[in-house]
């Protein structure tokens, strides 16, 4: 996948390089005299499969601009243990995709952090960062070295390869949104993530929020697990249905527990029966899509 860099590659990574020392406190922001994110990344062999990465497909330009930006920079055993022949299936585009959703166009020290967060990276698409043991992204890699202050913004070495929605399966993209955490612990619960997460299906499920679970609480204490499955299964529809797929108007669409559910579209957006708003739309994976709603569907 990757190409040998040229020494001409080198030279150009490595002429810019000072001899400066770092702030002792990083939280206080990059200096102007500290070297780049860039020269950082490239003077450390623990990112030499990153750097390669960047150069190869482009995005190190973007990241020797002035920034400022944030990097989630995974380490050469963070790459290693994505699953093998990832990395020789994906195109360069796909590539750069990953790569450029590792990056904020902000600086973001660890300080500034709240308990949970989402940011916009450079792909377009929304990672979320939540601080408890440790800080984590997207519940699947841990910040293990921080607060790395650059010339243009600031690195935060991760010991996992963060995917974009695209590349990962419904159960995948429901994990890594803080908000749906009592989602996937129902889920989980039910012993439904093995199916939600075949790699042959193609579903579309509406995702209730943290919030909406709780606005049942007093009805979810009394399920049975039998109970709370046919309660998931109202959530999902056998097959692929994107927003744009939808007509202006009332559908009525059959659901995995055998039930239906009515989807309006008007002005005022997406509801399902008639009372949950869609408040966030197109989550879309390898098999299926999700669109989160503010209310437990009940059947």
């Not at 995005?59 to 601009?65: I, K, N, P, Y």
Request: charged share 15%.
């Amino acid at each position: 996948m990757f190409k040998k860099l040229s020494l001409i590659t080198l030279i150009t990574l490595f002429m810019s390089f000072t001899a400066l020392a770092c702030s002792d406190d990083s939280s206080t922001g990059p200096d102007a005299d500290e070297p780049s994110i860039v020269e950082i990344a490239a003077d450390n062999e623990a990112f030499s499969t990153l750097v390669d990465a960047l150069v190869n497909t482009g995005v190190v330009s973007a990241l020797e601009g002035d920034g400022p930006f944030t990097v989630f920079a995974p380490t050469n055993d963070a790459f290693d243990n994505l699953p093998e022949g990832t990395l020789e299936s994906l195109s360069n585009d796909q590539l750069a995709e990953i790569l450029t959703y590792h990056v904020i166009r902000a600086e973001i020290f660890s300080s500034a952090l709240q308990p949970e967060q989402s940011a916009t990276t450079l792909s377009g698409e929304d990672i979320f960062v939540t601080v408890g043991n440790g800080v984590r992204v997207n519940n699947s890699a841990t910040v293990v070295d921080a607060d790395l202050a650059a010339s243009n913004g600031v690195i935060h070495v991760v010991d996992g390869v963060i995917l974009p929605d695209a590349f990962g399966d419904i159960v995948d993209n429901a994990a890594k949104r803080y908000f749906l955490s009592s989602l996937v612990e129902a889920v989980v619960t039910a012993d439904l993530a093995g199916a939600l997460s075949n790699e042959s299906a193609e579903l579309t499920v509406f995702a209730p929020t943290n919030e909406a679970f709780e606005a049942i609480a007093d009805v979810a204490a009394g399920l049975t697990v039998e109970e709370l499955t046919n309660i998931l299964l109202y959530h999902v529809v056998d097959s692929r249905v994107l927003s744009t797929d939808l007509a202006a108007g009332e559908q009525t669409v059959q659901t995995l527990n055998g039930e239906s559910i009515t989807i309006n579209v008007g002005d005022g957006g997406v509801t399902v029966n008639g009372s949950a708003s869609v408040t966030a739309a197109d989550v879309n994976g390898t098999n299926g899509v999700i669109h989160v709603i503010n209310e437990v569907l009940l059947p």
